[in-house]
Each structure stands twice: as C-alpha cells, then as structure tokens.
C-alpha cells in the first residue's frame, strides 16, 4: 500500500521494475486507507463537538471533579494556575486548528487523548480506599520530563552541569541576518512589571556610588572599525608578558609566581604608584574603574595594618571607618529605606560585631594596650548585660591601677550607667580610685610603677569627686572632703609626714572623729595642734558660745499655701539647698549632741571621706586646691584646671549663655572671668529667678574663716593671688547688684566690699600690691565714685610707674585706667585721647607719675610709640620657650600697646598690633600645647583669650562709635574662634554681632565649621542659644500683629526643627552626651515648644547620660508636675539628696 492515498494509482499503474525499485520508499505495506479515514472522521467530530459545547460548563464539571476528590484550598490554586495554562494551550492550539490537519497529527492526538483518558484518576493524589473504578495503573504519573535523565547518565543533580548563558551572541554570525534564539522551550514565566527605579532606591546608590563607566565602548586612538563578520580576539597580555619571567627568590623559587603573589607570599603588600605611573595605570586598567571609594579604603587599611599591626591609632580609625561605610552617604544601610526600623536595628548590631572583631584582632596583636581594650568595652556596652559589663570593667582597672585616664573613664561608665547607678556606688568608686593611685605614688603597690602627671591627675579626680557630689545634691559631703583635705595636707604633724598615705589616713581618722572645729568653723585649729594637744595631755579650752550663731529662721517656710504641692516642694527644696549646704556640727557649748539633728544626711561620717585622703606636697598644686575650694564656695577663678571631659561634665551653669557682654562697658567687660559651673546652693531648677549676689549669711562666715585661716598657710606670692580673688568675688557681688536694679542692696553691698578692700590693702604685705589697687580702684568706679577711683588709681600709678614696661601687673592697672577713661568719655560724647594717651604714655616713658593736666606733646607720644615697638619685638622672639610669666607680660603689653595706637593713629595702626601678636603668640603655643597629647587646657589659654577678646572689643567699640565695615570685625571674630572654639566671652561677642545684623545663614556656616575643630560643647550651647533667640524674636514679632510695624525679619520656618537637630547632634557626641546644662536645656525646649510626650522622652534618655545630676529631676518636676511623686521616687532610688520629702509638706501645710 502506498504512504500517500493520491500515490496509490501511480504505483499500480507503473509496472516497471526499475521505476518500483527507485520510489519503493514511498510505499508502506502497513498503512490502512480505511483506518486512516475512519481515524481522521472521528476526529473532525469530536471537534465540531468541542467547538459547539461552551467553555463553562466544562470548567464546572472539572470543579466538581476536583471537589469530589477532596482536595484542599492550596491544591485548587495549583490546579487553577494549571487550567489556566492548559486552557491557553487549548487557545493556541484551536487558533492553529484552521489550517492543515494532517492525519497523522489527528492519529497522535488521538492517541495521546486515549491515554489521558487512561490515567486521568491517577493524576491526583488519593487513597486506594477511594477509588471509584478500578484501574490498570493506581499510581500517580508527573507528566513533565526531565531531559537531564535522557542526557546524563545519573539522576543526582549534583552530576548534572548546570550555567548560565550570559549574551545572546554567538561568534561566527552576521548580527543583521543571523541570529541564535538561547530561549529553552519550557513554560514562559510569568512576567513581573517593576516598578521604575528612583534615585533614592539602594540600586540607583549603589551606582552613584561606583566609579563613572563610560556609556558606549572608547575605541583606542588608530584603530578603525573592523569590517569583518567575527570579532578578533587579542592576544593573552599574560602570554605577551610570558617571555620576562618572575625574578627568582626563597618564596619564588621555579620563578612561576608573578610579583604581587610574590609579595603575599612574603607577608607584604603591594608598593604605592605615586605619579604619572599611578595616572597611567589608573587609565589604563579597568579593575580600578570598578572599583568603589570604599572598597579601595578598605583595601588601605587592611594593607597598612598588615604591614604595621602596633599601629593603635590605625585600628581605632578602621573601626570608626565602619560606621562610614555602612551608614554613610554611599552605603547599603543608608541607601534602603529610613522607616524601616527592624532592619536599622539589625544593621546597627552587624556593625557592632563587625567593630568587635576587628577590635578583638588589634587586642590579639597588642596585649598590653588600653586604649583598645577601652574601645572594646564602649562597642560591648550594646551588646553585653550590666553585670558582665561591670565585670570586665573591674578586670581591666585592676590589671592597670596606675592609669588615671583608664580611671576616668571607668568613673564616667559608673556616674552614666542608670541601671547600675547609685550615689553611694559611685562614691566608693572614687575612694577606691584615689587610694589605689595613691598607693601607686607612695609606691606600697611594687608591681605597677607612677606614671608621669599621676599627682596632677590625683587632684583632678578629687575635684571631679567633690562636684559629683554637689550635682547630685550631697553639698555637705563635698565642702567636708575640701576640709578633710586641706586638715590632711596642711596640719599634718610632723611625726607622721614620713609615713604611706593609708597609715596617714589611720592617724587621721581620730581628729576627725574627736570633734575638733574644722577648716572653715569658728576656732579651727587644726590636725597638728590637736595631735600635739593629745601627745601632751592638760585641759582643752572649750570656744566661747556665740549668740549671734543662732540664725532665726522663719517659723514657715512656704510663702503661700494657695500654691500646688509640686510648687511648694520646689520652694522649699531650693531654699534648703540654698541655706542648709554646710554640713551639720553638734554645738558642745549648747549641748547638743548628734541625735539632735533633724535631718541625718547632714552629718558626715568618716568612711564617706576617708578613702579619698590623697597627699599634695607640690606648692603650686597646693595652691590650685585652695583657689579650686573657693571657686567651689562662688568666688570667680580660671576655669582651665580640668580636663576637657571634665570640663563638659562640670557645665551646669547657664548664666554664662544669657549674660553677654555689657554695652555701658564695652571694653572692660572681660575684667572678670566667666563662671562656667554653679556655685554651691545655686544647684536649683534651670529657669530660678532667685540668684542672689553671693551665698547666705552663715556660708558667707564661713568663707571669710576659710580665707582667713588658709592665707598663713602659703607662701607671699600666693597669698596675693588669694587675696586677689577674693577682692573680685566682690566685686562680682557688686556686679550682680548693679544688673539687678536693686539700688539698696547696691549701697549696702557697696560699703561692705569696700571696708573689706581697705582692711585688706592696710595689712604691711599688701600695701605695695598693685593688684589689689586695681581691683579697689575698678570697685570705687564700678559704684560711681569716679573721683574716688582716679585718686586710687593715681596712687597706685605713682609707688609702681618706675617699673615701666617690664612689669605686667603695671600694664593691667594702666590698660584698665585708660579703657575706663575711653569708655567714660564716649558714654559723655567727649573725644577719649588725653587722659587716656598721657597714662599710657607715662607707662612707656617709666619716669615718676604725675596726674593730667594739660595737652601731651607729640615729641613724648612718638617717644613712647617707639618705646612699645622695641619692646614688643624684644619679647615675641622669646614666646617660642612658653615662659608664663613673659606670656603674661606680653598680653598686658600688647593691650596697652593696641590702646596706644588706636588713640593716638587710629583702628588700622591698633589693628594691626594686634594681628602681629595673635599670628606670633597664639597660633604657634596653641600648635606645641594643644597638640601635646594631653587633653587639659594649655596653661597660657587665659592670656590667648585675653589677647584676642580685647581685639575683638576695641574693633567692636571703634564699629559702634564710628563709621567702620563689618566685614573686618567678622574676620577678627571668625579668626580668634578657629584658634579658641571653646572661649565663651568670644562667642558671645559673636552672638551680638550676628543677631544684631540678623544673618542666620552665615552665622549657621560658621557654626557648622567650627564644631567640627573641637570636641568641646560650648560652640553647640551657642549654636543651640543663637537659633532660640532669633526664634524668640520672631515669636514676639508674629504675636504682636501690628500692621504698621516693620517685620526685623522674614518668619523662619523650620526653627524648631533646626535647634531640635542641634540638640540631638549634640547629645550624640562622646563628650556632650554628659553634659548636665545641654540635656536641661534639651528638656525645657521640648516642654516649652509644646512636645509634652516628646519631653517625656527626652527626660528618660538624660537620665541614661547624667542620671546623677540632681537639677534635672527638679527641671522634670517643674515641665510636669503631675508626676512630681514618680520623680520623688526616683531620687530616693538613686539615692539623690532629697532634703524636703513630700511627707514633711504635707506636714508643713497642716501647721
């Protein structure tokens, strides 16, 4: 039979053998006609009948089908999604149907139906059970092959190659008229429409942050564009480069490697390529256009650490670098998106681990170091528990007791640590850091010798001791360690002067106890004079009662009882501390006894003070303990003894914010320093109205008792420096008065603080202080006696004028004299050259001192301008040793000689003056000292600030008084700040400039700059009282609503915002983030702006910080008091000095 029905007469026509031989190919014995035609008529049926049938009740009956076999929910969707494909199968298969259907196609498709009919139970999973029919083949058949069964030999995917195609390309093929379809023939996937890409998605940053690749392939320079249909592969640069082979060495030796596998194997990296070389391989390789900014950084570091692995500085670097490579602008974490708080938080901890190893591979390499260990503790302190923190805290000071700066920090992690934090804890802290170090100064502890400073750091801890104690409300305990010391270093008896500190401390403990008055207290005798009283035995004279001692006190203590409860606690609570900070004695004379006191926490006991006994045998140090005493009790002093951590703990004064300089006294406003901390009794709530001009009538005795009974105990020179400061704490009360209003208390503190100042001057080794005439003659000034003050100063002038320019004591009195004069004779309207010139030209001259009459010569006035010119060149040369006394003198110097000039020539000649001593003065000490690797203050700071604020006041003055560009007072400002960003008399001349002309932007930009020089939180206060002051301005001025009045300003939106960004970016700094006045500042901000829940907050985060600090709790209970209770509470917790419990307001309300 033939293959073909229309063949099948040709072949049985065609008789011919030769013919039969050449087409018996197309004949098949096997084929049917009949077959064939019955097969392709049930076919044609069958699709009529499928064409006529719709489409749903098919799909209806498949669901049934489906839904009596019991399937689950999951199983519908996966038949769904197969129906839905089998149906577009069908589609494509039916839109096919019109054209040819051959009849073996119709065969197949018949028989493959017949299958399907066969084994469609058998697609589904069921129980045997729940056969319905019985069947051939009860098994369950997956119907897509797997053509890796037919191709490979094994069934294991793992024999199986498997890769990925990358290009549609092929070699060989003409790219407009051949192609080759990769595509595999299995079902399409589904097809996912993403969403365009913006530029703030992680891929877009991803690509901004790599290197530029070129758009469009760069052909070379002479190469044409080839014509051929394949692309040419060059040849291997390898193979180029093969015939120089590898220089031969120990690692190297067959000469195979080639040199960079050569370094790694010796353990080094590659050399930098510096020059032209590094431009050349940089164009001309393309791994390093792939390469990303901070891929190559770390391939720096880790290249630099390998090479020098006792590097310290490199490893805190390259663990500080992660933060930057995974939260800065580049990264992945900082590329994906900010609300996603989860993964943030997972993305901090891998960052965490990822520092800590890094920092537990630089311990490995460097055992010995602490500043890595340190390191290591700050990352763990997110990581570990409390107790295994404290731990390795207390492991890693006992393994090196003899770093104060390991010390430091260790008492930092106990004063901030909250869930561990107690007052008690912390104070045990400090005594057993004092006594361990000075064990290691006397030596007793043989395995760790003293490290260099270790007396120095010994004070500075005992000072940071004694104002812990006065932040968290314990002023008793404080003014009794400055007692105990300076018993302990001044009166100490002779016959124990030899032993070690803690056997000194044994023999004190006594004294102490026997109730002997003390440093301070009316009769104080002292240490020895009762231990030589002990020795010898006999009558001790009791002290005679005083009646006057008894201090009335009003018999209630609440001024109004309409007040709220939380208010009456806060006054009373401020009035104790502010009258009850000296601890408590009971009065023999009356008999009085200690369980007479009725409020125990006043008295302290022994084991509070003893541990913290340390010796101070140094004078200049013994000296720095008294003035540091007395600027505890109020009295003004330089705030440059402690370090800057310490500093920005102690900062908790906010008057040196709100005071700027004066403009009745535009140049001699700096006369006294600024107070950076509160004196003791003034620790109260942020916003206290009630600051008095000094302490109350009892601290105010025991002042006048410790001056008094501390002044012998020096040498000359020293108890002119006391006596010094103690004549400007009145003239700051003085002050204080005259910016209060209050002309009564003025005239009463007038005549106090001058019949001190007489007594003082009349004492024989006073009356040649010059000093002293000059603080007596500004007070006289100061309270309006101007004839008074200019015969003061005239006789001063006249015992020391002789001296001329080599005394600087001189320079001050005659600089003060003649700014007073120039600032008299503006605030007159009177042209300020004569009296002024002539004092300042007797200065020069040296010659004996007679007051002004008349008109100055213009011979004398050259003579004395020569005079300061050769003097001044004399004494910069030699500011290159850093002498103290010569700085000094240069700075009184070039204040007068700045005078001078701006005088007799005009702002450019002082100008001038002044640049030339700042360029040679300050910037080259502040490179060698600052620099120096310690982190207190350069001993010369006072004289740099001095030098710079007086420039900046007289060029401000001269702006004031006459026409004069702004542009040179802003440079002058912006020049000092760069050099000393933390001098706050500086930036608050910066503030009055900038608010007076209202140029936020620039002011911003200079502010930006300079925090970023300094670690020191005062640019972010002034920064932080900058932004509220212009808000404050413009508050006022949208509440008012006049229409006729000018705007000052245009309304800045967004103020709130900038200064809450301010705060934040603050407290997130290592030394802001204790910092007591920038979290109160912090809180009331955000309790004023009207964030009740966000202040709430924020109370709760400072506490984390400064949790000792008592003013906060105060500040909370003030911003909310319906919590006062919860805050009450939590002082009491914590241990906090809480001198009015609620309990006794209640009582005191009832009587």
């Known amino acids: 039979m033939a293959l073909f029905p229309s063949f099948s007469g040709l072949s049985s026509n065609n008789s011919s053998t030769g013919d039969r031989a050449d087409l018996e190919w197309l004949s098949n014995q096997s084929f049917s006609t009949e077959d064939a035609l019955k097969t392709h008529q049930r076919s044609t049926e069958r699709v009529k009948l499928e064409a006529e049938e719709p489409a749903s009740p098919r799909e209806q009956k498949r669901k049934e089908r489906e839904d009596s076999h019991g399937r689950s929910k999951k199983k519908k969707k996966d038949k769904k999604k197969k129906h839905k494909k089998k149906s577009r199968d069908n589609s494509e298969s039916s839109g096919s149907e019109s054209d040819t259907v051959y009849p073996s196609d119709l065969l197949k498709k018949e028989n493959a139906d017949r299958e399907e009919a066969q084994v469609r139970v058998s697609e589904t999973f069921m129980w045997l059970d729940d056969l319905q029919t019985p069947t051939d083949s009860p098994f369950c058949i997956d119907r897509r092959a797997d053509r890796a069964n037919w191709e490979y030999k094994s069934l294991y995917r793992g024999d199986i190659a498997r890769y990925k195609r990358k290009g549609a390309s092929c070699l060989g093929l003409n790219a407009k008229t051949q192609a080759v379809n990769w595509n595999d023939g299995g079902p399409e996937k589904k097809r996912v429409d993403k969403k365009p890409e913006r530029y703030f998605c992680p891929s877009t940053r991803q690509l901004l942050r790599s290197d530029s690749q070129p758009a469009l392939p760069i052909l070379s320079k002479g190469n044409a564009v080839s014509s051929d249909s394949y692309i040419k592969l060059s040849a291997c640069t390898e193979e180029q480069g093969s015939s120089t082979q590898a220089p031969v060495s120990w690692v190297n030796p067959l000469g195979i490697y080639d040199h960079g596998t050569s370094l790694w194997l010796e353990g080094k990296g590659k050399p930098e390529v510096k020059g032209d070389q590094q431009d050349v391989e940089a164009e001309g390789s393309s791994s390093s256009k792939s390469s990303t900014f901070l891929s190559a950084r770390v391939e720096e570091f880790n290249r630099k ?257 309409t007040w709220p409860k939380w208010k009456i606690w806060l006054d009373v609570e401020a009035s104790r501390e502010a009258n009850h900070w000296l601890p408590w004695r009971p009065d023999k004379t009356k008999g009085q006894s200690e369980e007479d006191c009725e409020d125990p926490d006043r008295q302290v006991l022994f084991d509070d003070i003893g541990p913290s006994m340390i010796r101070v045998d140094r004078p200049d140090l013994q000296l720095q303990l008294i003035l540091s005493f007395l600027q505890f009790l109020g009295l003004p002093g330089p705030s440059g003894r402690f370090s800057l951590s310490s500093s920005n703990i102690l900062l908790d004064d906010l008057t040196f914010l709100e005071e700027g300089p004066d403009t009745e006294r535009p140049l001699t406003f700096y006369d006294l320093p600024i107070a950076v901390t509160c004196a003791v009794g003034h620790m109260t709530f942020l916003n206290d109205c009630r600051r008095q001009a000094g ?198 110097l070039v204040g007068c000689f700045g005078l001078f000039q701006y005088l007799t020539m005009g702002i450019d000649a002082a100008d001038a003056v002044y640049n030339q001593a700042i360029q040679k003065l300050i910037s080259s000490n502040l490179s060698s000292e600052v620099t120096d690797g310690s982190l207190r203050r350069p001993k010369a700071f006072p004289d740099w600030e001095f030098v710079a604020v007086q420039h900046v006041a007289l060029l401000r003055h001269h702006a004031n008084t006459n026409v004069f560009p702004l542009s040179r007072l802003r440079l002058a400002l912006t020049d000092a700040l760069s050099l000393l960003p933390s001098s706050a008399s500086l930036w608050q001349l910066y503030l009055q400039t900038e608010n007076r002309y209202h140029s936020a932007g620039r002011a911003r930009r200079f502010f930006h700059s300079a925090i970023k020089k300094t670690d020191s939180v005062v640019p972010y206060l002034f920064a932080i009282t900058a932004e509220r002051r212009l808000k404050q301005m413009l508050d006022s001025v949208q509440r008012s609503r006049l229409p006729g009045e000018a705007l000052p300003a245009l309304p800045n939106n967004g103020l709130c915002n900038r200064i809450r960004c301010l705060f934040e970016n603050a407290t997130a700094t290592e030394h802001g983030a204790h910092c007591p006045l920038l979290w109160r500042m912090y809180l009331n901000f955000m309790v004023c702006d009207g964030n009740l829940e966000r202040g709430s907050g924020i109370f709760y985060k400072a506490l984390q910080a400064v949790p000792w600090v008592k003013g906060l709790y105060m500040d909370a209970v003030q911003l909310f008091p319906e919590r006062v209770q919860e805050f009450l509470d939590l002082m009491t917790e914590k241990e906090l000095r809480l001198r009015v419990p609620m309990e006794e307001v209640d009582i005191l309300l009832e009587d």
């Open 695 to 892: 302490l109350c009538k009892a601290g105010e005795e025991f002042l006048q008792n410790v001056l008094q009974q501390t002044l012998p105990l020096v040498s000359t020179k020293d108890q002119a420096a006391i006596t010094l400061c103690w004549l400007q704490y009145e003239k700051l009360k003085v002050l204080r008065c005259l910016r209060s209003g209050n002309k009564r208390r003025l005239k009463a503190q007038g005549k106090r603080s001058k019949r001190l100042a007489k007594r003082l001057l009349k004492e024989p080794d006073n009356r040649g202080s010059l000093a002293l005439w000059r603080e007596y003659a500004h007070l006289e000034w100061l309270l309006g006696n101007l004839e008074e003050a200019r015969k003061v100063f005239d006789t001063a002038l006249g015992m020391g004028v002789t001296r001329g320019l080599n005394d600087p004591v001189l320079c001050n009195l005659c600089f003060l004299y003649a700014q007073l004069e120039v600032e008299q004779a503006t605030n007159n309207g009177t042209v300020p050259t004569s009296k002024a010139v002539y004092i300042l030209t007797k200065l020069a001259e040296g010659a004996a001192y007679t007051p002004f009459v008349d008109q100055i010569s213009p011979v004398t006035i050259l003579k004395a301008r020569k005079t300061y010119e050769q003097t001044l060149l004399s004494c910069l040369p030699e500011q290159s040793t850093g002498a103290p006394k010569k700085l000094h003198r240069m700075s009184s």
């Open 305 to 561: 650490l390998r090479e020098n692995p006792s590097d310290i500085k490199l490893w805190l670097d390259f663990v500080h670098f992660q933060d930057e490579m995974a939260f800065g602008s580049g990264s992945f974490f900082a590329a994906s998106d900010s609300d996603d708080g989860d993964m943030k938080k997972m993305s901090f901890r891998a960052v965490l681990e990822k520092k800590l190893s890094i920092v537990d591979k630089a311990v490995e390499s460097n055992p010995a170091n602490v500043d890595l260990k340190l390191e290591k503790l700050r990352l763990c302190k997110e990581l570990w528990e409390p107790a295994t923190l404290q731990k390795e805290w207390k492991k890693l000071v006992f393994i090196h007791p003899n770093s104060a700066p390991l010390w430091r920090k260790y008492l930092l992690f106990t004063q901030s640590h909250f869930s561990t934090f107690s007052v008690s804890k912390v104070n045990s802290v400090f005594g057993k850091c004092l006594s361990t170090l000075s064990a290691v100064q006397d030596g007793s502890m043989v395995s760790h010798p003293p490290l260099p400073g270790t007396q120095e750091d010994l004070l500075d801890i005992f000072l940071q001791q004694c104002h812990f104690l006065r932040q968290a409300g314990h002023t008793e305990k404080a003014v009794c360690l400055f007692q105990a010391l300076l018993d302990f270093t001044f009166f100490k008896p002779e016959s124990v002067k030899n032993l070690l500190t803690r056997q000194q401390v044994d023999f004190f403990e006594p004294f102490w106890d026997s109730g002997e008055p003390r440093i301070g207290e009316r009769g104080a005798r002292g240490w020895k004079a009762w231990m030589l009283q002990q020795e010898k035995g006999g009558w001790v004279i009791p002290p005679e009662p005083d009646d006057d001692d008894e201090e009335e006190q009003d018999d209630s203590e609440i001024k109004d009882k």
